[in-house]
């Protein structure tokens, strides 16, 4: 059974810096692409970033882009989504998910999904 947990959300001030960490099993996490996206409230969910599993390149939804940084550790099994200069607009629930099933890192057609850990960013 596939498990993915989130953690490390919570409130935080703008201009701040959070760590978000997704912990997997019940996958062969070397092999398997993992993401992170977001969802606030009364919007549809938002790609974050992705890293892939044969080279570790990484991807980025615009709204992120050199302030958020994806990174992966295979021997721990986790994702980390490394926030920084963070916004109000960042607010939101963010969601781990892995196995890609489509061609596309930015859409959410990924087999597992996590919770969710919530971020919120006061300003």
């Known amino acids: 059974q596939v498990q993915l947990v989130e953690s490390g959300g919570k409130l935080v001030q703008a201009g701040g810096s959070l760590r978000l960490s997704c912990a997997a099993s019940g996958l062969t996490f070397s092999t398997t692409t993992m993401a992170w996206f977001r969802q606030a409230p009364g919007k549809e969910r938002e790609f974050v970033a992705a890293?892939?599993?044969?080279?570790?390149?990484?991807y980025y939804g615009d709204s992120v882009k050199g302030r958020f940084t994806i990174s992966r550790d295979n021997a721990k099994t986790t994702v980390y989504l490394q926030m920084n200069s963070l916004k109000p607009e960042d607010t939101a629930v963010y969601y781990c998910a892995a196995q890609r099933r489509s061609s596309n890192y930015n859409t959410d057609d990924y087999a597992y999904w996590g919770q969710g850990t919530q971020v919120t960013v006061s300003s």
């Open positions: 890293v892939g599993w044969s080279d570790g390149s990484t």
